[in-house]
């Protein structure tokens, strides 16, 4: 396995991943537009993440194995003096269970230490999500809250768990 930024060159790989894992997801975290899974789509968003990246307000990153993405790890809204990111990353199901989202964390939080010098980083996971809180927890991640009715999985709102890592 191996962590990378996103490329214009992932668009192809990146739209196969996330339309065969799309139930998937969607029954974790909430849905995205039905016009992201398209070509056009899924190229903006890349286009979107590569421009945030430059500007140094995202780390997008993908997780492959074999050539074949099998993840991703983000770290979003990365402020001005890189004090702190807020995480999210996704796993095919096919791979869930495998290691992969801790090998994410693992290496997104060396870049967040050695890279980005951030000092704290935040993620939010679904109260129901128990493999991603001990994933974060196994980081060191505290729990620092509960938001209520925060995000819509499927036709449910669902409560979260904020956790907070500090970094430095």
């Given at each position: 396995?191996?962590?990378?930024?996103l490329?214009?060159?992932?668009?192809?790989?990146?739209?196969?991943?996330?339309?065969?894992?799309?139930?998937?997801?969607?029954s974790?975290?909430?849905?995205?537009?039905?016009?992201?899974?398209?070509?056009?789509?899924?190229?903006?968003?890349?286009?979107?993440?590569i421009?945030y990246?430059?500007?140094?307000?995202?780390?997008?990153?993908?997780?492959?194995?074999?050539?074949?993405?099998?993840?991703?790890?983000?770290?979003?809204?990365?402020?001005?003096?890189?004090?702190?990111?807020?995480?999210?990353?996704?796993?095919?199901?096919?791979?869930?269970?495998?290691?992969?989202?801790?090998?994410?964390?693992?290496?997104?939080?060396?870049?967040?230490?050695?890279?980005?010098?951030?000092?704290?980083?935040?993620?939010?996971?679904?109260?129901?999500?128990?493999?991603?809180?001990?994933?974060?927890?196994?980081?060191?991640?505290?729990?620092?809250?509960?938001?209520?009715?925060?995000?819509n999985?499927?036709?449910?709102?669902?409560?979260?768990?904020?956790?907070?890592?500090?970094?430095?």
């Amino acid at each position: 396995m191996k962590l990378r930024l996103l490329s214009s060159c992932d668009i192809y790989e990146l739209l196969q991943f996330e339309v065969k894992n799309r139930l998937w997801f969607e029954s974790h975290i909430e849905k995205r537009d039905p016009d992201f899974y398209s070509i056009k789509g899924v190229s903006a968003h890349v286009q979107e993440y590569i421009s945030y990246c430059e500007s140094a307000r995202m780390y997008a990153g993908v997780v492959e194995e074999g050539g074949k993405i099998i993840g991703r790890v983000n770290l979003r809204n990365l402020d001005s003096k890189g004090a702190e990111g807020m995480l999210g990353y996704r796993v095919s199901q096919q791979e869930s269970g495998k290691g992969v989202a801790s090998f994410g964390v693992e290496n997104i939080l060396n870049i967040s230490r050695e890279q980005l010098m951030l000092r704290s980083i935040r993620a939010k996971v679904s109260v129901h999500n128990t493999a991603s809180q001990r994933v974060l927890e196994k980081f060191g991640f505290k729990d620092i809250g509960i938001h209520l009715n925060s995000i819509n999985v499927g036709a449910r709102r669902l409560d979260t768990i904020e956790y907070l890592l500090k970094l430095a």
